[in-house]
């Protein structure tokens, strides 16, 4: 298996205009995560899924932030419209089961930078 | 703030000797993990400990739990310069799927 799988690696846009984050988990697990990290807060959990049903997004920051898993290989952040304050490193994270019995695997993550 | 609170922030030292890095949380866990991150890199699973577990070993890794402290820590035995990372411990809590990471260690070893 390659991993989870996340693109772009990198991204620069201009404040308001809608961004959007992909990821591929790896097949078979059944929980997806996303995360952001940034100096000042650190990693930040914002959303997950089991089995593509979101199931927490307390951590999603704004209504600008969306998250969906149409089907099992697939998921997807968007912001939109993005502002300077949503620059950071936003991870995906995968498992087989929730509560990471075999550690969480995460993608080399998307680095976001918003003028 | 946040569930994980990693000690000390930053650790430097000269290779092969051990760095102990230490976490202290806030709530019951099912488990505690530790992650390392490399520089410009993603989250690389390390160890997992189960809360009913008081010491775990792979390589030369070593955690121990204390769920009376509600402390974890983490020794990496005869360290080398490739085990410069910044290391984080992550708690899932009690009859919850959310892992929530701490702030991290920085670790630097000297060549």
Known sequence: DAGVIQSPRHEVTEMGQEVTLRCKPISGHDYLFWYRQTMMRGLELLIYFNNNVPIDDSGMPEDRFSAKMPNASFSTLKIQPSEPRDSAVYFCASSLGGQGRDGYTFGSGTRLTVV | ?111
């Open chain 2, 1 to 111: 703030s946040q569930q994980g609170e990693e000690d000390p922030q930053a650790l430097s030292i000269q290779e092969g000797e051990n760095a102990t890095m230490n976490c202290s949380y806030k709530t019951s866990i099912n488990n505690l993990q530790w992650y390392r991150q490399n520089s410009g890199r993603g989250l690389v699973h390390l160890i997992l400990i189960r809360s009913n577990e008081r010491e775990k070993h792979s390589g030369r890794l070593r955690v121990t739990l204390d769920t009376s402290k509600k402390s974890s820590s983490l020794l990496i035995t005869a360290s080398r310069a490739a085990d410069t990372a910044s290391y984080f411990c992550a708690t899932v809590i009690t009859g919850g799927f959310k892992t929530i990471f701490g702030a991290g260690t920085r670790l630097f070893v000297k060549a």
